[in-house]
């Protein structure tokens, strides 16, 4: 009989993709902090329920992880991915990283997130066009 652990790290990627950002409390400690770079920004979030509420915001669409990479490190995962979703009809994509660090019971303590940016379809094809050149 084989056990899968599910971890932290996979509860929060399938949170993402599921569109359920609020699903993030339970995956960070209660004092977790999230420092996240974003196009023209950095700021933190301080706080379990915190870090779910913007996460609600930023992923409330199903999506798909296009790209997916995890890297264990000694006290977390680094995880970067390309996420694809539909928002109103329109496709969308978004780049990031997290560099994740785990207390002793598995949960999220600190997240480093970078992000590229929110890139909507006209965007994307631009950016493809670009790739073509």
């Not at 699903?23 to 902090?33: G, I, K």
């Not at 992880?65 to 390309?82: A, Q, S, W």
């Amino acid at each position: 009989m084989t056990t899968t652990t599910t971890t932290a790290v996979d509860g929060l990627l399938a949170a993402i993709t599921a569109g359920d950002g609020d699903a993030a409390a339970s995956l960070y400690a209660v004092d977790a902090v999230l420092d996240a770079t974003v196009p023209g920004w950095r700021f933190s979030v301080r706080g379990n329920t915190r870090i779910a509420e913007r996460f609600a915001q930023w992923f409330a669409d199903e999506g798909r992880f296009d790209e997916l990479e995890r890297r264990p490190i000694p006290d977390g995962e680094v995880v970067t991915y390309l996420l694809t979703w539909v928002e109103n009809g329109v496709p969308h994509a978004a780049h990031h990283c997290h560099v994740l660090t785990l207390d002793a019971d598995g949960l999220i303590t600190r997240d480093e997130l970078f992000c590229g940016g929110r890139w909507d379809a006209a965007l994307l094809a631009r950016m493809q066009e670009a790739e073509n050149d």
